[in-house]
């Protein structure tokens, strides 16, 4: 039973350009989270989602900042015109349920590095 | 609002010997539960254990225990005859239980184990 699988493991992007980052949830997980990790810190929260629908994106940049989990293929959280700010490693997990009590999984991430 | 405390940024230890990671977190909610996460120089994020606020029984996994007291609001963790491979940043996690869907994590603490 493959794990939560994330691509790329790294990615390189010029300021002004967008940057798609992909997540796969292990087989049977239906509820997705992204968090990102900025240099130094712990993670942080950024959004919430269930196939076709957010639930929560209280952490989510207001701006440039999307993310989908669609009901077929991966979800994505897709960074438009890409600052260095958004240089940090991002997580994603997933669970079978919204009870955290059934597991919780993460990825092994993706590393943004903007130029 | 929920806060995970890990006031000790860096530890280093000899091979052999023993180490307590300290986790102090705060919560208005009656059941939660409380994670330590590994995160080794490859980056990625290794689930440790995962503890729900009912249960205060000590754990312990080989050269890993755990301790939580809920008094004192702390989850620690100690690694008994420490190893070079255990050099990594030990991550503290809270979440709420049931509809819960987030996870919020402390800093982190870098532990380097000298041969």
């Known amino acids: 039973n493959a794990g939560v699988m994330q691509n790329p493991r790294h990615l390189v992007r010029r300021r002004g350009q967008e940057a798609r980052l992909r997540c796969s949830p292990m087989?049977?997980?239906?509820?997705v989270y992204w968090y990102r990790q900025l240099p130094e810190e712990g993670l942080k929260f950024m959004v919430y989602?269930?196939?076709?629908?957010?639930?929560?994106e209280s952490g989510m940049p207001k701006e440039r900042f999307s993310a989908e989990f669609p009901k077929e293929g991966p979800s994505i959280l897709r960074i438009q015109q890409v600052v260095r700010g958004d240089s940090a490693a991002y997580f994603c997990?997933?669970?079978?349920?919204?009870?955290?009590?059934?597991?919780?999984?993460f990825g092994s991430g993706t590393r943004l590095t903007v130029v | 609002a929920q806060k995970v405390t890990q006031a000790q940024t860096e530890i280093s230890v000899v091979e052999k010997e023993d180490v307590t990671l300290d986790c102090v977190y705060e919560?208005?909610?009656?059941?939660?539960?409380l994670f330590w996460y590994k995160q080794p120089p490859s980056g990625e994020l290794v689930f440790l254990i995962r503890?729900?606020?009912?249960?205060?029984q000590n754990e312990i996994s080989g050269r890993y225990s755990w301790n939580f007291q809920k008094s004192t609001s702390s989850f620690n963790f100690t690694i008994t005859a420490s190893q070079v491979v255990d050099s990594a940043v030990y991550f503290c996690?809270?979440?709420?239980?049931?509809?819960?869907?987030?996870?919020?994590f402390g800093s982190g603490t870098q532990l380097t184990v000298l041969p």
């Open positions: 997990a997933s669970s079978p349920s919204a009870d955290l009590g059934y597991g919780y999984t």
């Open positions: 087989k049977g997980h239906s509820h």
């Open positions: 989602l269930q196939k076709e629908n957010i639930i929560d």
């Open positions: 919560t208005r909610d009656t059941t939660y539960y």
């Open positions: 503890r729900n606020s009912f249960d205060e």
């Open positions: 996690a809270l979440s709420k239980s049931g509809s819960a869907r987030q996870l919020t």
